[in-house]
């Protein structure tokens, strides 16, 4: 708005329907000039050729629902939940290219309403919600009246409907910067390979399995000496799988396939080096010099369990 206009800000916002947008502001304080307004489905509604936004929210809705009642968390995998994106719904829904700006309106949608999500990472062309348990109360809604009844509900039930705050950087998530992440360091599409081959596996892959499980939760949290640790201990676990006693053996004789792949070995048998360091420097007047992002590339290690994942 125009300052030569001589509107209070504050005003005409207390003057708009309650239900039409969500406060994005606390203390009472009016907005500021970077303060994100985001409108309600309600306020969605009232908008010309709104129809399509909302019909695709509720589909979505319904579509998180069965993903989450489907899902099966993993349990060589620490604090697994069902996680969608917004490619994931590009490709369940078969929508094409240009129907991303749609998707991009959808992810601002699901941020303003309260539908069961357990958490959410911004991007700058894309989102991802962690689902909760109670987003399959919506497993059948198709109108903006039968999704309000069952927030009714849930809210006799519960007391409320909990409605945290919405962290600072999920405002206007589609235009700020990307907020870094820090994604799985063992590809959960490798984790899954290794499971799949547990049946009829030449060996027992449990402590694999649960090793790689303590790796992610500690690159997670980037704790580098239990990172490097856990990282040395399946280097000396997996050589049988390829038919050696030992990860040196292993990275310069085994068939890897590519040029690229055995200089991702080579990488690996030299991080050993640093990993030695972490395990048995004793204590002394100096400092370590070892920091977290001495890790090796997680596309080195990702190849390694491709390969168990292959051979087992």
């Known amino acids: 708005m125009r300052k030569n206009d001589k509107l209070d800000l504050a005003r005409v916002l207390r003057d708009i329907p309650k239900d039409v947008l969500q406060p994005t502001w606390s203390g009472g304080a009016p907005p500021q000039a970077d303060t994100f307004l985001r409108l309600t489905l309600e306020g969605v509604a009232l908008c010309p050729d709104s129809e399509h936004d909302l019909s695709l929210f509720f589909r979505t809705l319904r579509w998180f629902a069965k993903k989450e009642l489907d899902f099966e968390p993993s349990q060589y ?7 969608v994106s917004s490619a994931d719904l590009l490709r369940a829904f078969r929508l094409k290219k240009d129907a991303r700006s749609d998707v991009r309106r959808l992810g601002e949608l699901l941020v303003v309403e ?11 062309q894309s989102w991802e919600f962690t689902l909760g348990r109670d987003v399959r109360r919506f497993a059948r809604v198709r109108s903006l009246a039968e999704y309000r009844a069952v927030q009714a509900t849930w809210r006799a039930e519960s007391g409320s409907v ?29 984790v899954a390979a290794i499971e799949a081959k547990m049946p009829a596996a030449r060996f027992n892959c449990e402590k694999l399995l649960q090793l790689i499980a303590e790796l992610n939760d500690n690159y997670a949290h980037e704790k580098t000496y ?4 856990i990282l040395r201990a399946i280097l000396d676990h997996v050589p049988p799988i390829f038919g050696f006693d030992d990860f040196k053996e292993a990275a310069n004789n085994y068939g890897w396939g590519s040029r690229n792949d055995k200089n991702y070995m080579t990488r690996l048998l030299e991080f050993k080096t640093q990993a030695h360091d972490v395990l048995h420097r004793q204590i002394s007047r100096k400092a370590s010099l070892l920091r977290f992002v001495d890790m090796p590339a997680s596309v080195a290690v990702n190849t390694l369990l491709r390969a168990c994942a292959d051979a087992l």
């Open 77 to 83: 995998r620490q604090n697994d939940t069902c996680v």
């Open 114 to 124: 309260q539908w069961g999500s357990a958490g959410f990472k911004p991007a700058e």
């Open 162 to 190: 909990p409605i945290p705050p919405l962290p600072m950087h999920t405002r206007g998530f589609s235009r700020s910067r990307p907020v870094p992440q820090t994604a799985d360091y063992v590809h959960p599409d490798v």
């Open 226 to 229: 239990s990172s490097h640790a």
